[in-house]
C-alpha cells in the first residue's frame, strides 16, 4: 500500500512538473475566468464576466518610427489583458452612448516594451517625454499617443489592441449594446472615446520635431512669462495664472525616476486645460491628432496628447503652478496627476504649442 502511495504521489508531482510556470503559454486562473462560458448565475463576484465574449479579428500591426528593430507585432508572445470601458463617441445632437464593454487584448505598453528607441532628437535632447506614437488603421484613420500615456501612467497596461470583447449588460433593462466586429484601439481612460479606431494596422513612433536650444543645468531657470500657440499662432501670455480659474489643491507623493522621492508636500494651481477650452476646438480631429508641447526655458520638454489633458474620465488632471515669489525653477511649472514620476512635471515653462496638423 505505501508503495502504491508512493507511485501515485510520484505520478501527481509529474503533472504538476508538467504544467509548470516554465510554459509560457500556461493559462492562468484569471486567464481562466476570461475564456470560460459566460457567468449567468453569478459564481463569481466579478461583474465583468456575466456575458458572453466574441472574438475580434485582429490584424497584422507593424511597428516602425524612430527605433532600431522595425517588424511585426508577434501576439502569440504577449499577455492578454482586460479593460472596462463605457464608449461615447460625438454626434451632432450630443454625445452618443454607444455602450459598456470589457474588452480583452495586447497592451501597447507589452507590445512597445521591447522596442529599441533611436531617437532623431537624441543628440539635442536624450529624455523620451517628447515621444508618441501614431496608430493607424486600415482606413488611413490615424490617432496619436504620447509616451506618457503609455509608460508613465499611476495605472499600466490600460491601453490595448482589443482581440476579444464582452458587453456589460444593465442587469434590470437587460439592454444589449451593437458589438464591434473587428479588432480596435481602446484608450480607457478617455471620456470621449473617439481614439478607439477599428483595425488598427501601423504604430510609428515619433519624436516631436520641433528644435529647441537645450542648455542642462541652467541657472536661473526662470521665465515670467508662457507663450501659447495654436498651430504656431501665439494666441495668448500669462504671466500669472488666471484668476477667473478655480484654484485646485492635489496631494502627491512626488517622486522622479532617477532621484526617487522629492517631497510629500501638495501642488496648488490651475487646472491646465482650462486655458485652452475658448480657443481650442473640442472635436474629433483634436481628440485624435491634438498634440501639445510644453517647453522650458532650459530646452526641457514634453508632449500631451489633446485628449489626455483635455478628454479624461479619471479626473487625473495636470496641473498648472505659478510661483511668482520664486527666481529658480519658475514661476510656472506643471503639476501631472496623471503620471507615476516627476518626469514631465516641467519647470520654468516659457512655450506651450498645439497642433493637430501632421507634424
Not at 518610427?65 to 492578454?80: Q, T, W
Not at 433593462?173 to 481602446?186: A, C, G, I, N, R
Not at 480607457?188 to 483595425?199: A, F, G, M, P, Q
Not at 496628447?305 to 487625473?316: A, G, I, W
Request: charged share 25%; aromatic share 12%.
Amino acid at each position: 500500500m505505501i508503495m502504491k502511495n508512493l507511485m501515485l504521489f510520484t505520478f501527481i508531482g509529474l503533472i504538476i512538473t508538467s504544467c509548470n510556470c516554465n510554459d509560457p503559454k500556461q493559462t492562468s486562473f484569471s486567464d481562466y475566468l476570461r475564456t470560460t462560458e459566460a457567468d449567468t448565475v453569478d459564481a463569481t463576484n466579478d461583474f465583468y464576466d456575466n456575458a458572453e465574449s466574441y472574438d475580434l479579428n485582429v490584424q497584422s500591426l507593424s511597428i516602425a518610427g524612430e527605433i532600431d528593430n522595425p517588424g511585426m507585432v508577434d501576439f502569440s508572445k504577449l499577455p492578454l489583458r482586460s479593460i472596462i470601458v463605457k464608449e461615447t463617441l460625438i454626434s451632432e445632437d450630443g454625445d452618443k452612448f454607444v455602450g459598456a464593454f470589457r474588452y480583452d487584448g495586447y497592451a501597447l505598453y507589452d507590445i512597445l516594451n521591447l522596442i529599441k528607441l533611436n531617437k532623431k532628437n537624441k543628440d539635442e535632447f536624450r529624455p523620451i517625454i517628447d515621444l508618441y506614437v501614431q496608430i493607424e488603421n486600415d482606413k488611413g484613420e490615424k490617432v496619436n499617443i504620447s509616451w506618457g500615456e503609455i509608460f508613465y501612467p499611476n495605472h499600466l497596461q490600460e491601453i490595448i489592441i482589443a482581440k476579444r470583447v464582452m458587453r456589460i449588460v444593465p442587469s434590470k433593462t437587460k439592454e444589449l449594446w451593437t458589438l464591434p466586429t473587428t479588432s480596435k484601439l481602446v484608450v480607457s481612460r478617455d471620456l470621449i472615446t473617439e481614439r478607439n479606431i477599428s483595425n488598427p494596422v501601423k504604430i510609428t513612433v515619433k519624436s516631436y520635431p520641433k528644435s529647441f536650444v537645450t542648455v542642462k543645468g541652467l541657472k536661473p531657470l526662470y521665465s515670467p512669462k508662457i507663450d501659447l500657440y495654436n498651430e504656431n499662432e501665439l494666441f495668448e501670455t500669462l504671466t500669472a495664472n488666471p484668476k477667473e480659474f478655480q484654484t485646485e489643491k492635489f496631494n502627491t507623493i512626488f517622486y522622479g525616476r532617477g532621484r526617487g522621492i522629492h517631497s510629500t508636500q501638495p501642488f496648488t494651481g490651475i487646472i491646465l486645460k482650462d486655458i485652452f477650452t475658448e480657443n481650442i476646438n473640442f472635436n474629433q480631429k483634436n481628440i485624435r491628432e491634438g498634440i501639445f508641447l510644453v517647453a522650458a526655458k532650459d530646452g526641457y520638454r514634453g508632449v500631451f496628447t489633446y485628449s489626455e489633458l483635455m478628454n479624461r474620465n479619471d479626473q487625473s488632471e495636470v496641473l498648472l503652478v505659478c510661483r511668482p515669489e520664486t527666481d529658480h525653477n519658475g514661476i510656472f511649472r506643471l503639476f501631472p496627476a496623471c503620471d507615476f514620476f516627476s518626469d514631465r512635471a516641467i519647470k520654468g515653462i516659457n512655450e506651450i504649442y498645439f497642433s493637430a496638423n501632421e507634424l
